[in-house]
DNA sequence: ACAGCTAAGTGATGCAGGTCACACACTGCT
DNA sequence: AGCAGTGTGTGACCTGCATCACTTAGCTGT
């Protein structure tokens, strides 16, 4: 199969200069260039969808650039994002390698370029590079980590404001200032923040509201400063 | 490492006649010999530790028998139990492969029996034998599976009866009947199942009167008699 | 510049479920 | 028997958050 919403083709980003411990890097001479033969590249737009909860697996995405939201919605139309994917990420793992169908929709937030690689020729490729397997085995002991992570947040944060919390720190670890503070840019709106930490969109506004008059954040444009993480941390355990 | 509380040593369960499917069943005669070499099994009593969260990973522990309760604790005191594991299951999997430390605490629920694969000597053996790799792969997607059932619940039911139904439903589908109904004992007490769906003791209690009242189960002694599936998937969609 | 759309802020209301408090049932122990 | 310990059933209360219903802000294309 194809990979959708193909456009154009641009380069071999399998190397990922900047993330070596990733999956599929630093493989050996003949297992990169035979991944080399079975991956194809593409480019989505925003909004496409690189697979479907509850499809069959088709293959994995290695994520090149853009950011993928990942949801699963319940029957009655209630969202959940799992987790926001960036640079380097694998994704439809899981599925693949236990033949069952996607857990999670994944959605380009903003245009990227993803490799696909096809179920079948994956799995052959694991068969015929076994010290590629425990590499996967790693990645998805990983992925069970996160998993586990917001299992914990979701059962055992008692209030929203905890949980929202706990996001701003998550957030903010990527871009620490020596001072406890840190500033970073806000790509999501208040519903997708609400889908996050499993509330909705009007407790998030009230939610920043709160925390902007207890100074713990501020707020200029798109531009989002955590004014103290230990002030957070303290909301956290509280 | 020793396994902790060892008591006498019994059998040989690694056979699993049962369950065939299991990870270490089926191997190779080399492979199955090598790891009779490196394992240990022991009898714990109820309400023994095989581990606790946050500890590093000394092994896993093969289940033979008995039952045993999978949780984890936030700082607050608040408990979630995210599985109740029974013979055949894989303790620790997902922290040795990944070298992170173990992610819940497991509890023998009762008296039983486990085979212990200590850290080093797995890993080893999993370089060796790289059919079994692929396998591990397996069993751990198979967790993250069992993962995101429990964060679609956590994250999606709306209410504690929707998941209170979710969880009779899980049980009754180990005995069912031609008619929609099923009869299992109840081995957990309120407040541990409370622990399970995220809620309190007394929110169990309630619980079990109303679907009482509304004929969907029907108590005598610690036999749970579920009356209609089809009424309980009612109420989980609703 | 204006309509049209999506996102964000905010007030009013209602109720589900957490918390506290106590009574009762069952078990094993001495 | 009698008591302690653990589990269960229920009532009363109160709060935090979902829901509904608007308004306001910001951006996009014509």
Same mark, same amino acid.
């Given at each position: 199969?194809?990979?959708?919403?193909?456009?154009?083709?641009?380069?071999?980003?399998?190397?990922?200069?900047?993330?070596?411990?990733?999956?599929?890097?630093?493989?050996?001479?003949?297992?990169?260039?035979?991944?080399?033969?079975?991956?194809?590249?593409?480019?989505?737009?925003?909004?496409?969808?690189?697979?479907?909860?509850?499809?069959?697996?088709r293959?994995?995405?290695?994520?090149?650039?853009?950011?993928? /939201? #990942?949801?699963? $919605?319940?029957? =009655?139309?209630?969202? +959940? !994002?799992?987790?926001?994917?960036? %640079?380097?990420?694998? &994704?439809?793992?899981?599925?693949?390698?236990?033949?069952?169908?996607?857990?999670?929709?994944?959605?380009?937030?903003?245009?990227?370029?993803?490799?696909?690689?096809?179920?079948?020729?994956?799995?052959?490729?694991?068969?015929?590079?076994?010290?590629?397997?425990?590499?996967?085995?790693?990645?998805?002991?990983?992925?069970?980590?996160?998993?586990?992570?917001?299992?914990?947040?979701?059962?055992?944060?008692?209030?929203?404001s905890?949980?929202?919390?706990?996001?701003?720190?998550?957030?903010?670890?990527?871009?620490?200032?020596?001072?406890?503070?840190?500033?970073? /840019? #806000?790509t999501? $709106?208040?519903? =997708?923040?609400?889908? +996050? !930490?499993?509330?909705?969109?009007? %407790?998030v506004?009230? &939610?920043?509201?709160?925390?902007?008059?207890?100074?713990?954040?501020?707020?200029?444009?798109?531009?989002?400063?955590?004014?103290?993480?230990?002030?957070?941390?303290?909301?956290?355990?509280?």
């Open positions: 199969m194809r990979a959708p919403y193909g456009l154009n083709i641009l380069d071999n980003c399998l190397t990922c200069p900047s993330r070596a411990d990733h999956l599929f890097c630093n493989l050996s001479a003949h297992a990169g260039q035979r991944l080399n033969e079975i991956k194809s590249t593409a480019v989505y737009p925003k909004g496409a969808m690189l697979f479907i909860e509850g499809q069959q697996p293959g994995v995405f290695v994520l090149c650039t853009g950011k993928v /939201k #990942l949801s699963t $919605t319940s029957r =009655e139309g209630k969202t +959940i !994002i799992t987790k926001i994917s960036d %640079t380097g990420d694998v &994704l439809g793992l899981n599925a693949v390698i236990s033949s069952r169908p996607y857990e999670v929709t994944a959605e380009m937030m903003e245009p990227g370029q993803a490799n696909f690689i096809p179920r079948e020729p994956l799995l052959q490729f694991l068969k015929d590079h076994v010290e590629v397997a425990l590499r996967v085995a790693q990645q998805l002991s990983r992925n069970y980590f996160t998993a586990y992570e917001e299992i914990r947040t979701l059962g055992l944060a008692a209030s929203p905890e949980k929202f919390a706990k996001l701003l720190l998550s957030w903010s670890t990527r871009t620490p200032q020596n001072d406890g503070s840190a500033q970073l /840019k #806000l999501l $709106t208040h519903e =997708e923040i609400g889908e +996050i !930490i499993g509330t909705t969109r009007e %407790t506004s009230r &939610l920043f509201s709160e925390f902007r008059r207890k100074q713990l954040v501020q707020l200029k444009g798109a531009t989002l400063v955590i004014r103290s993480r230990p002030a957070l941390e303290e909301i956290v355990q509280s």
